[in-house]
């Protein structure tokens, strides 16, 4: 095929030489791969309606927050909690917010049902808190709708192509749509549980980690709906919900109760053993950098490890995503790819436009776009857009990379 002409000097990026960098990093070979799934993905599938079949974390707030409006009991302590942490200069809350909150609230609370905090007593607190879990729950539980979703194609692509070294997938979400596509496909994984009627965690055997390669690896860093804390204080697996259990869902990272944050930790432990392993790349999706808990993590990671990169696809422009931005400045390792521009090597620029020619490479078509609308950049008409920051357009790339790839053969990519 045409060789892409290099970009001027010192003014913009090429998103097609960046599309076949991103191929290349997928080709099967030694490099570890891992896949770093954020709330934005759930974006990609849609219900009969047309909506998104699970809302990203705006979404899901406003939905628990129209039940505790319409919720008596728990109304009036429920607004004090969003009022408290609006007057900390948190503009707009998350549930992640408040469920952090309130946890901090009860961590400094006494004992009795009746002692208080700021206001609070210990047992308005738990009871906000378990309905704010218990509506993540029933908001978030839904399967997927067909089996062509880009969940689907991620899990056909883990088991398609064949590596040394297992896959490792690292999300945010607490829903089962990973669960659900893996599944589907066929692909076995380990999840850090072990069992099956009522699964318990298994520190041993995820740091051992001693599966054969075809098992992926899935690391649910925020918690799941089928996490549950016992009352023996003993952290299960299911999907069978049992009267009096709480559900474990997000990490407040403070030690309000070091038993709940425990499985939280062993899931972001095997994020920074993934970042130390040599050569590997980690693919975000659905991630605005906006954890700090997390990008510490992958800063550590890609500051101890030149070998590892990180390969950030963000579906809106750069301005919205100031933290990723900021953290891919400071770490050569780290590429950060928005619909306006990108960030690589450190410098932030704005994608090539005219003086760039494609090839006829089909890649090249899934990847990046110059008519999309206005709502999703601010790039001006006929300016390049790069479009990977969709998991649906993720998952057509995966989906063109298996087949367009000798897999018996162990062929490398061939545009």
């Known amino acids: 095929s045409a060789q892409i002409p290099l970009a001027p000097t010192g003014s913009v990026h090429c998103p097609y030489r960046r599309t076949t960098d991103l191929l290349q990093r997928l080709a099967p070979n030694k490099m570890r791969v891992g896949f770093f799934i954020g709330a934005g993905c759930s974006l990609s599938v849609q219900d009969a309606d047309g909506n998104p079949l699970i809302p990203e974390i705006s979404g899901l707030t406003k939905q628990v927050k129209d039940y505790l409006d319409n919720d008596n009991k728990l109304k009036a302590v429920a607004q004090t909690a969003w009022d408290r942490l609006t007057a900390r200069a948190i503009p707009t809350p998350t549930v992640e917010d408040v469920l952090s909150h309130i946890r ?12 208080e905090i700021d206001g609070f007593s210990a047992e308005s607190l738990d009871d906000l808190d378990l309905a704010i879990c218990e509506q993540i729950r029933n908001i978030v539980s839904k399967p997927l709708p067909t089996s062509d979703t880009p969940y689907h194609v991620l899990a056909s692509w883990i088991q398609a192509i064949p590596r040394d070294r297992p896959v490792e997938i690292f999300t945010t979400n607490y829903d089962l749509s990973l669960e659900q596509a893996l599944e589907e496909q066929l692909v076995p994984y380990f999840d850090g549980f072990v069992g099956s009627d009522s699964a318990f965690l298994d ?12 098992w992926a ?15 023996k204080q003993k952290i299960r697996r299911s999907r069978d919900k049992i009267q009096g259990e709480q559900l474990l869902i997000y990490p407040s990272h403070l030690k309000y109760d070091q038993s709940r944050q425990m499985p939280y930790y062993a899931m972001l432990d095997r994020l920074r053993v993934f970042l130390r ?3 590997c790349v980690l693919l975000t999706c659905g991630y605005s950098f906006g954890d700090e808990h997390i990008n510490a993590i992958i800063a550590q990671g890609l500051s101890g490890n030149p070998n590892a990169a990180c390969l950030g696809m963000i579906f809106s422009d750069r301005n919205k995503v100031p933290k990723g931005v900021e953290l891919a400045k400071c770490h050569a390792n780290l590429t950060l790819l928005a619909a306006d ?7 932030d620029r704005a994608w090539a436009r005219e003086s760039i020619v494609k090839d006829g490479n089909p890649a090249y078509q899934i990847a990046v776009a110059t008519d999309l609308p206005d709502s999703l950049s601010m790039v001006s008409e006929n300016g390049c857009k790069w479009l990977l920051g969709d998991f649906a357009a993720l998952g057509r790339l995966l989906a063109h990379q298996l087949s367009t790839r000798n897999f018996e053969h162990g062929g490398s990519y061939a545009p």
């Open 104 to 115: 901090t609230l009860k961590s400094l609370c006494g004992k009795g049902a009746k002692d």
């Open 203 to 214: 520190l041993d055997s995820m740091a051992e980690d001693d599966l054969p390669p075809r």
């Open 217 to 231: 690896r899935l690391w649910k860093i925020h918690g799941s709906i089928n996490w549950w804390m016992t009352a």
């Open 277 to 279: 392993s040599g050569q």
């Open 341 to 347: 521009g990108g960030v690589v090597g450190t410098l």
